[in-house]
């Protein structure tokens, strides 16, 4: 029992990493509150939805990434930067627009119906770990998370490019100062971010029904590892959806009444031990 | 000799505070040149039409062959203009050798190199995998130097590179700013510092209530007769 719970705690942990390290990074380059994140992740599962149907849940969790990821690019440039100037506020009121746009959106081209996708045939199988039957699929899960967070890690640390965003998400102008157009650093910080927020949620659709409002819960547990991390901090934010995950996990068994609102309570604890954040500096 | 960047009538604006007023500059290849004025007078605002930080309403600005009233933070590094900003914008959460990277960005190839710059300023070598704002003052000016020259500039512009420093570091600087002009990079110096001005530049443009009001020839013996455009 015990071992199930840590279990599922570890895959909705690393589900939300996956969502949370793309609003942060949004966060931290554009410094956009982003409201649609959840429901990118949520077009993200049903793009893959109708790709599992026509090619097969591979491509799907392939492709799906990558068409998410030429939407944030687009974003970035037709939202993000024309409204660059403007006061944050404002910034957020028209993410939330683009949230409510997208959800009618999906309801037009895919129903309001609950839609499922397959389990991969290759990963339908439990095998047992630590006496649990433990299903393949969740594990492969933990490992896309875990992989993730590695490459994300890797591009940040080692690449020219990472190199650029890293400065960009502490300042700006000299950055640019520099010769480095930070315009097309922020695009495909957008792009990727987005396409993180669409990877889980084709991930995470086997594991549910498709639902247009699948992105509300999401959302909130995302902001809420984003806070308790440090604000554009993604070494916080994996800390924070791993703790995340578990309170979640045990708190739906053995605190059913308040586990709408554990994740807040958790993030008012950690915000008076440490008010800026696990970690308080940025990507 | 050719012109690498020039002012033209330049009017700058911060919102509606109109700051520059008709500036004209010209820059000479190979030159070293210093622009001084006192506090306030517009030599930032000077830099900051060059990035498109300040707007310009009237007036253009050429880049060797370019010309354009409009200019992205990003593109003089592209023309082979290189900043080393006021206050030294050592980038926190970079390395110091990160810094130093970060000054490549244009991929311009030319002599300087991370060991290159490593040979002029060898404290940065030491120090390369610390965090660049835990330098001091002096060695933070050596890191902004150094990441300038990492982007191969035909024009290094320096913003007051002396503010706060020691006497000592400051005739270490203008000793090495001087032969950075030696190898060829032109340099515009803005400063306060008639001493380092004396060391380090051949020609001097006199900025008040931004416009140029004076020109001339750096007379090292005579450097007094410069004060009236510095003292307040
Ligand atoms: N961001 C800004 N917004 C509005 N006014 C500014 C800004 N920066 C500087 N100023 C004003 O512009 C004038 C020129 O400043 P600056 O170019 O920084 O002077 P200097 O570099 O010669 O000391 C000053 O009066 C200053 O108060
Ligand atoms: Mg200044």
Redesign the pocket.
Known sequence: MLGISIFNGLVYGSLLIICASGLAMIYGLRRVVNFAHGALYMLGAYIGYTLSLYLNIWFALLLAPLAMGMIGVLLDKAVFRPLQERDPLSVLLVTFGLLLVIEDLVRAFWGRGSLSIEVPALLADSIELFGNPTPLYRLAVIGLGVGSMVLIWAWLRFSRTGLYVRAASTDPLTTAMMGVNTERVNALVVGVGTALAGLAGVAAAPMLSLAPSMGADVLVDSFVVVVIGGLGSLGGALISAILLGQVQSFGTIYLPGLSAVLPFLMMIAILIWRPSGLAGNRV | MNTLLSFDKVNAY??N?H?LHDFSIDVKEGESLALI?R???????FVNALLGQAKVRSGSIRLGRKESARWHPYMPAKEGVMVVP?GRCIIANLSVEENLLLGAATGRKGYWTVPKIYGLFPILRERAHTPGTALSGGQQQMLAIGRALMGNPTLMILDEPTEGLAPVIVDQLGDIIRQVNEQGTTILLIEQNLHLVARVSRRYLAVEKGSVIAEGIVDPEQIEQLQQFVVV
């Open positions: 911060y919102g505070a700051i004025g506090n306030g007078v517009g030599k930032t605002t006021q």
